[in-house]
């Protein structure tokens, strides 16, 4: 079986940054991608940035400019780089990995807040 973990949310004044990290463990053959959804309070979860095995990225055009996604392969490991942040990004963060064995796996969440 295999585990998703996310860490790194908190609370920030608009303008700061934050980075977020989510570490897949367990017995693990092979990661196709590795996304970061949120879900703010009373909205549908949205996809905020997508990374494919062959470093393909994508990202919600409300965070584009300011968020970045990168992975380290060898640790199994996505990070979300959040710079400039604004109140309305304020969401649960979750992670979401995709294993060729086992399917999609999510991640508990982490709370981000973004104060004014």
């Known amino acids: 079986q295999v585990q998703v973990v996310e860490s790194g949310g908190g609370f920030v004044q608009a303008g700061g940054s934050l980075r977020l990290s989510c570490a897949a463990s367990?017995?693990?053959?092979?990661?196709?991608?590795m996304d970061w959804y949120r879900q703010a309070p009373g909205k549908q979860r949205e996809l905020v940035a997508a990374?494919?095995?062959?470093?393909?990225?994508n990202y919600a055009d409300s965070v584009k400019g300011r968020f970045t996604i990168s992975r380290d392969n060898a640790k199994n490991v996505v990070y979300l780089q959040m710079n400039s942040l604004k109140p309305e990004d304020t969401a649960v963060y979750y992670c979401?990995?995709?294993?060729?064995?086992?399917?999609?796996?999510w991640g508990q969440g982490t709370q981000v807040t973004v104060s004014s």
């Open positions: 979401n990995v995709y294993f060729t064995t086992w399917g999609t796996r």
């Open positions: 367990g017995t693990i053959f092979r990661i196709t991608h």
């Open positions: 990374l494919d095995s062959g470093g393909t990225t």
